[in-house]
């Protein structure tokens, strides 16, 4: 026969152990791996370059030209120089602060907006929930490039600003996070620690925020590193276009900038291209991994 499970207190008094049986190491998700270590380091590395970019004694004016045009990496270019003879190594960073801050602006506001319409739809319903559902369904049924060529030139006014750019992303961001939200939050409301918190009398807003919350962080939390990744991408889109932040570099601008040598010096669209994939890389696998390690259900004591 068996032996019993081992039990611990949760909301609804006790519950079998399973999870907890498992031998130490034997589950893949206690340990995220080089590739996720790999990944974050990039993204610390880059983001603390692109902060400091304006105060680093190696880093050159991105807007002015300082060297042989179109010249391949040197010593004194560590990444070459454009086709004005511009440091291509100031203008990733430089490029950097703009594609980062937007992607980043853009995914804080659409889980904040996102988030609260998510999991107020998911946990009350009716007519509630089908009136987010609806809106959420109408923006998602756009071609998202369109929607925002629309959105970019409509709030811009035909002068992109990294204002606009970020209010007319954020419009995209919200509706694929209210998505995933609603539906972790409708998952959980049938779950029995849910269900026990009712009956011993919480309130609504204490379910949200003690059993509900903490649940629906993680999943979105993951999720919103790889909407970071989509919206770096329509960033650079948008600037391949000539729709977004003019005044200074980003990197769908560097692209766009070195299209017209892409036969000769084809390093001059290859260095932003190649620093654009390797960061939205390292967004897809820091977020997937995470999901993958924190996707355990957590009951809090009433």
Same mark, same amino acid.
């Given at each position: 026969?068996?032996?019993?499970?081992?039990?611990?207190?949760?909301?609804?008094?006790?519950?079998?152990?399973?999870? +907890?049986?498992?031998?130490?190491? $034997?589950?893949?998700?206690? $340990?995220?791996?080089?590739?996720?270590?790999?990944? @974050?380091?990039?993204?610390?590395?880059?983001?603390?370059?692109?902060?400091?970019?304006?105060?680093?004694?190696?880093?050159?004016?991105?807007?002015?030209?300082?060297?042989?045009?179109? /010249?391949?990496?040197?010593?004194?270019?560590?990444?070459?120089?454009?086709?004005?003879?511009?440091?291509?190594?100031?203008?990733?960073?430089?490029?950097?602060?703009?594609?980062?801050?937007?992607?980043?602006? +853009?995914?804080?506001?659409?889980?904040? +907006?996102?988030?609260?319409?998510?999991?107020?739809?998911?946990?009350?319903?009716?007519?509630?929930?089908?009136?987010?559902?609806?809106?959420? /369904?109408?923006?998602?049924?756009?071609?998202?490039?369109?929607?925002?060529?629309?959105?970019?030139?409509?709030?811009?006014?035909?002068?992109?600003?990294?204002?606009? @750019?970020?209010?007319?992303?954020?419009?995209?961001?919200?509706?694929?996070?209210?998505?995933?939200? #609603?539906?972790?939050?409708?998952?959980?409301?049938?779950?029995?620690?849910?269900?026990?918190?009712?009956?011993?009398?919480?309130?609504?807003?204490?379910?949200?925020? #003690?059993?509900?919350?903490?649940?629906?962080?993680?999943?979105?939390?993951?999720?919103?590193?790889?909407?970071?990744?989509?919206?770096?991408?329509?960033?650079?889109?948008?600037?391949?276009?000539?729709?977004?932040?003019?005044?200074?570099?980003?990197?769908?601008?560097?692209?766009?900038?070195?299209?017209?040598?892409?036969?000769?010096?084809?390093?001059? $669209?290859?260095?932003?291209?190649?620093?654009?994939?390797?960061?939205?890389?390292?967004?897809?696998?820091?977020? /997937? #991994?995470?999901?993958?390690?924190?996707?355990?259900?957590?009951?809090?004591?009433?």
């Amino acid at each position: 026969m068996p032996p019993e499970l081992p039990t611990a207190p949760t909301a609804t008094g006790t519950t079998t152990a399973e999870a +907890v049986l498992a031998e130490p190491g $034997s589950d893949d998700r206690t $340990s995220l791996g080089f590739t996720f270590w790999l990944a @974050v380091a990039w993204l610390v590395a880059l983001s603390a370059l692109c902060a400091l970019a304006p105060v680093l004694p190696f880093v050159k004016d991105p807007a002015l030209p300082q060297g042989p045009l179109q /010249d391949l990496p040197t010593p004194d270019y560590w990444f070459g120089t454009d086709n004005l003879g511009r440091d291509q190594f100031a203008r990733i960073l430089y490029g950097g602060r703009v594609s980062l801050l937007i992607g980043i602006a +853009v995914v804080v506001f659409g889980s904040v +907006v996102g988030g609260f319409l998510g999991i107020t739809a998911g946990y009350f319903r009716g007519w509630w929930d089908r009136l987010v559902t609806g809106i959420v /369904d109408i923006l998602l049924s756009f071609p998202a490039l369109l929607l925002a060529l629309a959105l970019v030139s409509v709030v811009g006014g035909g002068e992109p600003s990294i204002g606009s @750019v970020i209010a007319s992303l954020s419009v995209l961001a919200v509706a694929p996070l209210a998505r995933i939200t #609603r539906a972790t939050t409708l998952t959980f409301t049938r779950r029995e620690f849910v269900q026990a918190a009712r009956v011993l009398g919480a309130t609504d807003a204490r379910i949200v925020r #003690r059993e509900i919350l903490p649940n629906v962080v993680p999943p979105m939390a993951s999720f919103a590193l790889v909407v970071v990744a989509v919206v770096i991408v329509a960033e650079g889109a948008l600037a391949f276009l000539g729709l977004s932040v003019t005044d200074t570099p980003s990197w769908g601008s560097m692209i766009q900038f070195g299209r017209a040598q892409l036969e000769d010096h084809p390093q001059v $669209s290859a260095v932003p291209i190649i620093v654009m994939f390797l960061t939205i890389l390292a967004f897809n696998l820091v977020g /997937d #991994r995470l999901r993958q390690r924190f996707g355990d259900i957590k009951e809090a004591g009433i």
